[in-house]
């Protein structure tokens, strides 16, 4: 019997505890018995059926050598990155749903995991249930990853969804976000784009085998999203979602994170509310869709017992691939090439002066206002003429 003890009794800790508990047959199916045997948290849990296993002293857990495999699920940087590093020091595995831990501190707790001929694994940092780490560590290994693109946010995916079926406004679809549990009471972290940007980062640093810092990523929220720009989108037969992308470029990656109108018959356009889509393109595979629930007490939970079922199979094995402290070279987002659609107020006569006077007019029987695309254009020169012109209201990438 392989123990294992929890960090955090929150939505996902809770989750880690049912699926191990109340799927113990299935797991033992694939050739492992495993139980929890702590669950660490600063609260009690009066009626719990696993109150009797809540301890609130972390060295309990880290003095048993019963336990093997630590399941990480409290959120943060501190203590959880402590904590984690201990326990490999222990001689203890490590899994986390943790996205903000694996991406500032992944290089060094993977360096960690292999002096301690231990593991670290953290599927369940980028995109919830969906094995998407798993696939590109195993069954791309042989590919060459070329770029991915993705929706990885389930709060931003729900909350454009719900503007363009109901026409409604950001801050009103943000408030029945919050209320339905989908959105945090702060969400600055999903609607500014923090949350996909740092699962981007661990994506880069996974298929570079380097450390990726989620800061030198650019990344735009959704904030200034209105149903508006979704007018707009219908008439270019696109519609609007927040995309994480990265690719391969000749000395690096280039990476970011931003609204995006794409086209509706693009494959990861299937992500439609908290769902999340990723699409990798690879050299020998082509392209390949990977789609499912993002985020959530069980999907998350699910990745994380995945994580730990294959932990147990590896006691006293190191075997988890991981990346370097290298830092990545990414390059620079001036150079990024898009097509823009630009929204100003007062009509075409405005851009008579600028370099967007040929610009291809976008009609979408808005009054008051002028949209047109600019047609493929370097980033930073866009940036720089955008900022010189008058009455702009707002810009877009496609593609």
Known sequence: ???????????????????IENNADVIREHGVDMSVKYILDLRDFPGDPFEDRIVHDFEQILADDEVKIICEAMGGIEPAFTFSKRAMEAGKSVCTSNKELVAA??????????????????????????????????????????????????????????????????????????????????????????????????LVSL????????EDIRTEGITKISPVDFEYAHVL????????????????????????MIDKDNPINCAQGVFNAILVH?????????????????PTASAVVGDAVELARHIGEHFSAGWSDEAVEFESPDNMTFNYLVRISGDKSTLKETVFRNADIVDAGIEGETAFLTGDMKEGVFLSEYENLPNRISYIRLG
């Open 282 to 298: 690879s050299d020998m595979l082509d392209d390949s869709l990977y789609y499912g629930r993002g985020a959530g007490r069980f």
């Open 1 to 19: 019997m392989i123990k294992a003890a929890v960090l955090g009794y929150g939505t996902v800790g809770s989750g880690i505890v049912s699926v």
């Open 105 to 202: 501190k992944g290089a060094e707790l993977m360096k960690t995991a292999k002096e301690n001929n231990v593991n670290y694994l953290f599927e369940a940092s980028v995109g919830g249930g969906i094995p998407i780490l798993r696939t590109l560590n195993d069954a791309l290994t042989a590919d060459r990853i070329e770029s991915i693109d993705g929706i990885l946010n389930g709060t931003t995916n729900y909350i454009l969804t719900k503007m363009e079926q109901e026409g409604a406004d950001f801050d009103a679809v943000l408030k029945e976000a919050q209320e339905k549990g989908y959105a945090e009471r702060n969400p600055e972290a999903d609607i500014e784009g923090y949350d996909a940007c740092r699962k981007t980062a661990i």
């Open 237 to 260: 037969g696109r519609t609007i979602k927040l995309i994480c992308s990265l690719w391969k470029t000749e000395n690096g990656y280039g990476a970011i994170v931003s609204p995006r």
């Open 207 to 214: 298929i570079s085998h380097k450390s990726a810092n989620w």
